[in-house]
């Protein structure tokens, strides 16, 4: 089945540094894929839409300057935290699907980011 | 207004033993589809099934079954001959296009934990 590859999978940085998380579709060409953001014991909330070849569309209250997405090709976008402090810790995952109407979205295994 | 409901915060079962996970939803769209993933606490997501709007017949994937009662808006999901495996969160999820066009959006319930008790 599909498969969506998420690096890194733990990080730990000091406050003021930024992060750059990678997903990518590693048997299939993903248009789309999807940010989302889970703090502890809570559901994914989606934070944005990555469009390969434009700009990401995102979801009310998220910071379009503090969480940069590129999708510059058919199987990489990358969810930069930039200049990270200790709110913005949390787990982000990934997904993507194949394009055809029925098929799931597919996730990534996650990153845990903690900034100390 | 929450559009996917979980009112069950925490599931037990015995090992061998069949459970039903609840989740109703809420939507006005005629085409809509609906998951249920399971995510075990490493964090991945892990997709076990799908029921399309205008499906027929209940879906099914193994031991995993989903009780679609459109008329309800309600999709719970049956697992049976429970494992210990088995033990993790499970969310339901909708697809829904947005009206104003736009990209599919997931979106999640709040989850349920099921416990598997030897």
């Known amino acids: 089945g599909a498969v969506v590859s998420q690096h890194p999978s733990w990080v730990i940085c000091k406050s003021g540094t930024s992060v750059k998380i990678e997903c990518r579709s590693l048997?299939?060409?993903?248009?789309?894929m999807f940010w989302y953001r889970q703090f502890p014991k809570q559901s994914l909330m989606l934070m944005a839409t990555?469009?390969?070849?434009?700009?990401?569309?995102?979801e009310q209250g998220v910071e379009k300057d503090k969480f940069l997405i590129n999708h510059a090709s058919l199987t990489l976008s990358t969810l930069t935290v930039t200049s990270a402090h200790p709110e913005d810790s949390s787990f982000y995952i990934c997904?993507?699907?194949?394009?055809?109407?029925?098929?799931?979205?597919?996730f990534g295994d996650g990153t845990r980011l903690s900034i100390l | 207004a929450q559009k996917i409901t979980q009112t069950q915060p925490g599931m037990f079962v015995q090992e061998k033993e069949a459970v039903t996970l609840d989740c109703t939803y809420d939507?006005?769209?005629?085409?809509?589809?609906l998951f249920w993933y399971k995510q075990p606490s490493s964090g991945e997501m892990i997709f076990l099934i799908y029921?399309?709007?205008?499906?027929?017949q209940n879906a099914t994937e193994g031991r995993y079954s989903l009780n679609f009662q459109k008329a309800r808006k309600s999709a719970n999901l049956v697992i049976s001959a429970s494992q210990l495996g088995d033990s993790a969160m499970y969310f339901c999820?909708?697809?829904?296009?947005?009206?104003?066009?736009?990209?599919?959006?997931?979106?999640f319930g709040k989850g349920t934990k099921l416990t598997v008790n030897p």
């Open positions: 990555s469009n390969e070849g434009s700009k990401a569309t995102y």
């Open positions: 029921q399309g709007s205008y499906d027929q």
């Open positions: 997904s993507a699907r194949e394009e055809l109407s029925n098929q799931p979205q597919h």
């Open positions: 048997d299939f060409q993903a248009t789309t």
């Open positions: 999820a909708m697809r829904e296009l947005p009206s104003q066009g736009g990209s599919e959006k997931l979106v």
């Open positions: 939507t006005s769209d005629p085409s809509y589809g």
